[in-house]
């Protein structure tokens, strides 16, 4: 069972910097497209910013400019570069995946543990 390991939350004052990390745990027969969610208390999971296999991007505008998402397919990680962090953006970041077994699989989703985020002066 394959599973997607984070790093590189923290707590930081506004407008500096973070990179989060995650790797999936073993190798994986295709990953397509990865990227990061976050959460806050009482709401719903919100899309940050996904990348393709082939490097697309997509941001959302809450932090488009700011934030960059990267990718490696040889070690099967995506990054997430934030920069000119502000208070908005604390939460608990989450990585994402989706993982084919075969040529024939649409893939599965795949949630890594979560990665705390704080942006406090």
């Known amino acids: 069972q394959v599973h997607l390991v984070e790093s590189g939350g923290g707590l930081v004052p506004p407008r500096e910097s973070l990179r989060l990390s995650c790797a999936a745990s073993?190798?994986?027969?295709?990953?397509?497209?990865m990227g990061w969610y976050r959460q806050t208390p009482g709401k719903q999971r919100q899309l940050v910013a996904t990348i393709t296999r082939g490097g697309t991007t997509r941001y959302a505008d809450s932090v488009q400019g700011r934030f960059t998402i990267t990718r490696d397919n040889a070690r099967e990680a995506v990054y997430l570069q934030m920069d000119n962090l502000k208070l908005e953006d604390t939460a608990t970041y989450y990585c994402?995946?989706?993982?084919?077994?075969?040529?024939?699989?649409?893939?599965?989703?795949?949630w890594g543990q979560g990665t705390q985020v704080t942006v406090s002066s």
């Open positions: 994402y995946a989706k993982i084919a077994n075969s040529w024939y699989d649409e893939g599965t989703d795949y």
């Open positions: 073993e190798r994986a027969f295709r990953i397509d497209t």
